[in-house]
T-cell receptor, first 113, second 118 residues
Framework: GENVEQHPSTLSVQEGDSAVIKCTYS??????FPWYKQELGKRPQLIID?????GEKKDQRIAVTLNKTAKHFSLHITETQPEDSAVYFC????????????FGTGTSLTVIP | GAVVSQHPSWVICKSGTSVKIECRSL??????MFWYRQFPKQSLMLMAT?????????EQGVEKDKFLINHASLTLSTLTVTSAHPEDSSFYIC??????????????FGPGTRLTVT
């Protein structure tokens, strides 16, 4: 089955700095990679996703890059704000409806004002 | 659009009893629903995948006789934790996916159910 690793487990940055979270996956058939933000006791919220036919995707302060050859993908948050503080999870899936998501172990991001 | 609800949002039960959690897709038909368990400060662990009208597929290590899943309609899946024990205390989250939505690869998550077994 798929194995998704995520690093770092905790990350502290000063407000305004950038944050980078990295994930690797094992199954070369995976082709959909979403990133979620989860606040304590709440549901995960999709913040950005990328499909394997694209190398990079950007949405305002958030970007995701994908290296299919190396089987890794990264989340980049620029100009961090205190409200970005949360736990972030990456996931990998074979795409299409009904395919399972396998989540990384999570990164607790703290943005220091 | 693509809203998923769960009920109850939290439940406390005594050891040995069973508890049922409902997951509903409110504005779309979910061909597939997923159940996850999340322990404190840990990741979401997929428990099982259910397709409407068929038996659920359980992940390795998940006891199918303990965690009963029913997906009787395109808008409702239920998870019943039978003979619950304190180690079953966790945050249970469902998600749903469906073809025809803007992003058919995406899963839409419910708000989760906090189960505490005393």
């Amino acid at each position: 089955g798929e194995n998704v690793e995520q690093h770092p487990s905790t990350l502290s940055v000063q407000e305004g700095d950038s944050a980078v979270i990295k994930c690797t996956y094992s199954d070369s058939a995976s082709n959909y990679f979403p990133w979620y933000k989860q606040e304590l006791g709440k549901r995960p919220q999709l913040i950005i996703d990328i499909r394997s036919n694209v190398g990079e995707k950007k949405d305002q302060r958030i970007a995701v890059t994908l290296n299919k050859t190396a089987k890794h993908f990264s989340l980049h948050i620029t100009e961090t704000q205190p409200e970005d503080s949360a736990v972030y999870f990456c996931a990998a899936s074979k795409g299409n409806t009904g395919n399972q998501f396998y989540f990384g172990t999570g990164t607790s991001l703290t943005v220091i004002p | 659009g693509a809203v998923v609800s769960q009920h109850p949002s939290w439940v406390i039960c005594k050891s040995g009893t069973s508890v049922k959690i409902e997951c509903r897709s409110l504005d779309f038909q979910a061909t597939t629903m997923f159940w996850y368990r999340q322990f404190p400060k840990q990741s979401l662990m997929l428990m099982a995948t259910s397709n409407e009208g068929s038996k659920a597929t359980y992940e390795q290590g998940v006891e199918k006789d303990k965690f009963l899943i029913n997906h009787a309609s395109l808008t409702l899946s239920t998870l019943t934790v039978t003979s619950a024990h304190p180690e079953d205390s966790s945050f249970y989250i469902c998600s749903a996916s469906a073809p025809g939505l803007e992003s058919s690869y995406e899963q839409y998550f419910g708000p989760g159910t906090r189960l505490t077994v005393t």
